[in-house]
């Protein structure tokens, strides 16, 4: 059974549709009108082996906010939908990825409590259209509406550009680990019971 999800919203500010294949192949179709957001969630569906499709219009005549951070919302929403109950999943998953002069490392937890660590200073202000403070904001959105731990880190690196990309290639790796079957249980992976 393929796990795969579509989730949609609308509000004054954004018109958001998401769909996502947590079994697919890197496939994507992604138009945000943000050129380089774009580009950061090509290489997340890419690297983690993601079918992906977000078609986005936001607001761009005030800025990108709400458009990045509105589409992490649905991201989160259709990461959770997509993984289910999360039975028989390794739910945990990190990577450390090397980009050029850049070293990023990415660990999730699909625990069903929300949490972003991010230690990340990237030395622009903007890469192309995208305000560099809302890669922060993308993945705080994802972590919460995901209902899942995210930390992210830039061991090395000084420019924005690979951090950036460094960090969306490492999530998408991360996020396929924590999401692979592990077939020596069938049932949620916690001694609670349930997540």
């Known amino acids: ?27 994507n179709d992604i138009s945000t009108g943000i050129g380089f957001f ?13 079918d992906l499709t977000v ?3 936001g607001d761009m005549h005030v800025d990108c906010h709400h458009t990045v951070e509105d589409t992490g919302i649905v991201l989160g ?12 999943i390794r739910r945990y998953g990190h ?21 972003l660590g991010y230690d990340a200073l990237l030395t622009t202000e903007r890469i ?14 994802v972590s919460y509406s995901a209902m899942m731990n995210i930390h992210l880190k830039i061991l090395d690196g000084c420019n924005s550009h690979h951090m ?20 020596r249980i069938k049932e949620v992976w916690t001694t609670k019971g349930s997540l």
């Open 1 to 27: 059974m393929e796990r795969t999800a579509e989730c949609t919203r609308k509000t004054k500010e954004t018109d958001i549709t998401v769909t996502l294949n947590l079994d697919g192949s890197g496939q």
């Open 128 to 141: 192309g259209s995208l305000d560099t403070e809302m890669v922060r904001e993308f993945f705080y959105a």
């Open 77 to 88: 929403q259709a990461i959770a939908q997509a993984a289910g109950d999360k039975a028989g």
């Open 38 to 50: 774009d580009h950061m969630l090509d290489g997340f569906a890419r690297h983690g082996l993601f």
């Open 95 to 115: 990577f450390i990825l090397p980009m050029d002069e850049t070293l990023a490392l990415c660990a999730v937890d699909l625990s069903g409590r929300p949490y």
């Open 55 to 57: 078609k986005a219009k």
């Open 164 to 183: 950036a990309e460094a960090m969306f290639k490492s999530f998408g790796k991360a996020l396929d680990m924590a999401t692979m079957a592990e077939p």
